[in-house]
């Protein structure tokens, strides 16, 4: 597959995939998470790769979720909403090696659900997350709910996504939603000292240890599911499109007009 939207390198056992939409914030559309999930798979099963990271291009944004602009009742791809997110999701969860993200500023929405989900997040001191969704008419109803949950704890979890707060590094790092942050200009750097001493261990003990954590969160795809299949719905809603076109139009939404 020869991508559009991000870049795919392998370097010394270590895969690179980078969203590589810095004009809009990295923000993903249809053919981005197809192309995401393609580099995802092509990383897990290439035996000389030990570790993936997974990037945004540019210095303002890891990733800030979907392209609203590419969002008018349902996105511009494939799948039940438009936008196989379901697939991204167990794509990162079912590779057999540890994937990192590299967070050096804006962690939103779905970009902050993507940095949950990966195994280790490493962060910039300038990086923000927060959730996004019910300021745009929108919801993770999967993985970014429940399993955030386990990740910073139900009411934090229920902050994040009732209020669409932005949180600092330092407050990520707090609440579990990050494992380091560091200094701007030592990210890299600091990534490459994780990825080498990953690669110095066992892959086939990291693998197993790696399927045994998913084991007891795997449930959640399902409820995951179905909860697309409400979303689906959703996003034909007065209510939802009107988050949209708020959005884009650059104003506060009236959501409570649409309420019937």
Known sequence: MSYQDILYEETDGVARITINRPEIMNAFRG?????????????????????????????????????????????????????????????????????????QGYAIGGGNVLAALCDLTIASEAAQFGQVGPKVGSVDPGFGTAYLARVVGE??????????????????????????????GELDQEIDRWC????????????????????????????????????????????????VRAFLERRAPEFRKHLK
């Open 31 to 103: 053919i981005t998470v197809d192309e995401l999930i393609d580099a995802l798979h092509r990383a897990a099963w290439n035996g000389d790769i030990g570790v993936i990271v997974l990037a945004g291009a540019g210095e303002r944004a890891f990733c800030t979720g979907g392209d609203q602009s590419a969002h008018d009742g349902a996105y511009d791809g494939r799948g039940t909403i438009g936008m196989p997110v379901d697939e991204l999701h167990s794509a990162i969860r079912d590779a057999p090696k540890p994937v990192i993200a590299r967070v």
């Open 155 to 184: 009411k934090k979890a229920k902050e994040m996504w009732y209020l669409c707060r932005r949180y600092t590094a330092t407050e990520a790092l707090e609440m579990g939603l990050c494992n380091v942050v560091v200094a701007e």
């Open 196 to 243: 080498k001493e990953l690669l110095e261990r066992s892959p086939t003990a990291i693998a197993i240890a790696k399927r045994s954590f998913n084991a007891d969160t795997d449930h959640i795809k399902g409820i995951g599911n179905l909860g697309i299949e409400a979303l689906a719905l959703f996003y034909q809603t007065d209510e939802s499109k009107e988050g």
